[in-house]
């Protein structure tokens, strides 16, 4: 599992954006995969799961957002992208990034990455 840093409270999180007119869901998670994290590959064009966070526009102000999460299949981890300067990726195991991120909603997502398929 890849995470990231957020760029001003510097909190582990999972590369995310906001929609944009004329761009399907899964394609917009893609772009900012690499716009944020520094990886292309191939990405599922089925949710993986959704879940819901405040995220804050100000010191003083939040809004709550809906997030849906796609799982991208990394087939190319990238020296140099848009966001490097701002943001420092890891990769964990499923458990350690449930462990590692604040926002809990996206905690049974990475659980239910790392069992065993059956």
Known sequence: ??????RETRRWIVPKGWAEKGTEP????AQEAFEEAGVRGKIKK???????YEKRLTASQSVE???TVFLLEVQQ????WPERAERERRWLRPSQAA?????GGLVPM???LGLPAT
């Open 1 to 6: 599992m890849l995470l990231i840093t957020s």
């Open 110 to 112: 990475l659980l239910r």
């Open 77 to 80: 981890e990238l020296e140099d």
């Open 46 to 52: 089925r949710p993986y799961g959704s879940y819901r």
């Open 65 to 67: 957002c809906e997030v």
């Open 26 to 29: 899964h394609d917009m998670a």
């Open 99 to 103: 462990l590692a991120i604040s926002e």
